[in-house]
């Protein structure tokens, strides 16, 4: 079995590709598997570490605000991208391709579809975006992590509901493993906060002021990630606002969480932008969540998935325009010293997530062979 898989850009589309993989070879171990991405991109990084070979696809998506000959040049880019993808589809002959989102996955699926390949997409988010609603009009199968993905794409009757995949990695762990390898107390109310696979600025600077407000609080341990692009910055304000981490006993700051299961499983309460792979993950582990979506997010699909979460009682959604330091600090506190309603999100967040999604994504790969 040869599976090309394609899907990049943040890691909300390359986590799930690698748990989509890592479920093939779990059930298929002779799997031969090649992804599609671009080399400037976070699937550059990712995908090698986690043990699969990576070809170059020379794509550029675009934005909306974006002037006549901006576009122009990067449809230009984009034929070039198809290009790459129509040779490694000829070159590496797949018997199913897929595709995760990100514009990488646009011109590796149509290639393949053009090429007579079976073809399988996968939506991560509430609404699907621009590249989903094209590519499904081409696709065989398109797997979905919300029920509603049905009524945005041209044939709904190929729309799987499997939810939302993530890494196998995830149920290594359980919450006394974690906290012993993070040498964390079992009694210390953990909370994660990360802004996703890019950071977010407006989340690191309220981060600061929690930060500073719980420093001396031993029931309490923060594990804050800013992001590679944001770490700098963060540090100088911290350092500004006479915050020294060197003094400090219960806070950890990292730019970036390869081992982002490890980390879930000893938490209590995640604060986090709401992507749909950042959403995955959190419910999968069953965590109480403060999501605060990325406002520029295409067709607003972070606040979708935040309502979706909030409308369950697994989490509180914080538009980015309304957070502050304060509001923030306020949503914890409501949350970390009420046990009970700790305890209900946490159960409303097991009954969010498709724990067999990776499984049931295969089981559609195998009907196309």
């Not at 298929?28 to 990084?45: L, S, V």
Request: proline share 3%; net charge neutral; glycine share 10%.
């Amino acid at each position: 079995m040869k599976i090309l898989i394609a899907g990049g850009g943040t890691g909300g589309h390359i986590y799930p590709a690698v748990a989509i993989a890592n479920q093939i070879k779990y059930e298929h171990p002779d799997a031969e598997i090649m992804f599609g991405g671009r080399m400037d991109c976070m699937e550059a990084d990712i995908v090698p570490k986690a043990g699969y070979k990576l070809s170059s696809i020379r794509i550029y998506g675009f934005e909306r605000y974006y002037s006549k000959l901006q576009k122009a040049g990067v449809f230009i880019k984009m034929f070039r991208g198809f290009n790459d993808a129509r040779k490694l589809v000829k070159e590496f002959d797949p018997d199913v391709v897929i595709g995760t989102g990100g514009f990488v996955s646009g011109p590796v699926v149509l290639a393949g579809a053009l090429k007579g390949k079976p073809t399988l997409i996968h939506e991560q988010n509430a609404t699907p975006g621009f590249t989903t609603k094209t590519l499904s009009k081409w696709a065989n199968v398109v797997c979905s992590s919300f029920e509603n993905t049905k009524e945005f794409v041209k044939y709904p009757d190929r729309v799987v509901h499997t939810g939302n995949p993530v890494r196998r990695e995830f149920g290594l762990y359980n919450r006394e493993i974690a906290r012993k390898t993070l040498e964390v107390d079992k009694n210390r109310r953990v909370i994660v906060c990360f802004g996703g696979s890019l950071g977010a600025k407006n989340l690191n600077d309220s981060m600061l002021y929690l930060i500073d407000k719980y420093k001396n609080r031993d029931d309490v341990y923060i594990y804050h990630v800013t992001g590679k692009a944001g770490y700098d910055e963060f540090m100088e304000n911290a350092s500004k606002q006479g915050i020294n981490f060197g003094e400090i006993h219960n806070v950890e700051i990292k730019d970036y969480v390869y081992d982002m299961p490890l980390l879930l499983n000893a938490a209590d309460l995640v604060i986090a932008r709401s992507g749909a792979g950042a959403i995955a993950e959190i419910t999968y582990v069953g965590l109480a969540g403060i999501y605060i979506p990325y406002p520029l997010a295409a067709d607003d699909h972070q606040r979708k998935n935040a309502e979706e979460v909030e409308k369950a009682g697994a989490g509180i959604m914080i538009l980015d325009k309304d957070l502050s330091a304060v509001k923030l600090a306020g949503e914890v506190d409501k949350i970390l010293d009420n046990e009970e309603l700790l305890k209900q999100m946490s159960y409303r967040a097991k009954l969010l997530s498709n724990r067999n999604s990776a499984e049931m994504i295969v089981d559609e790969i195998e009907k196309l062979l």
